[in-house]
Nanobody
Framework: QVQLVESGGGLVQAGGSLRLSCATS????????MGWYRQAPGKQRELVAS???????NYAAFVEGRFTISRDNAKNTVYLQMNSLKPEDTAVYYC?????????WGQGTQVTVSS
């Protein structure tokens, strides 16, 4: 009943940009932190960026100022604007929402950056 749906992934050339969106649906009473994670083949899932309900953001070191996370609290939607993409950014990107004592995950969207 609770669902997170990512969109916006695709194939882009190095140096290009993509904007990921994660829309939530179902009965979610309170979401505190939302974030984006990614997982490349043979790698562990890692945090890309997160944002609290109050707008405090946190980014992984590899972002290097290239990405911007934002959210619309009224819509329970989170976005990730990715610029200056590198081939190393190629991965499945997952959306995550944290409730009081539960976590919600999307099924991921593929981002592929060609060199």
């Amino acid at each position: 009943q609770v669902q997170l749906v990512e969109s916006g992934g695709g194939l882009v050339q190095a140096g290009g940009s993509l904007r990921l969106s994660c829309a939530t649906s179902g009965t979610i009473f309170s979401i505190f932190t939302m974030g984006w994670y990614r997982q490349a083949p043979g790698k562990q899932r890692e945090l890309v960026a997160s944002i609290t309900r109050g707008g405090r953001t946190n980014y992984a070191a590899f972002v290097e100022g290239r990405f911007t996370i934002s959210r619309d609290n009224a819509k329970n939607t989170v976005y990730l604007q990715m610029n200056s993409l590198k081939p190393e950014d190629t991965a499945v990107y997952y959306c995550k929402a944290d409730g009081i004592a539960e976590h919600y995950w999307g099924q991921g969207t593929q981002v592929t950056v060609s060199s």
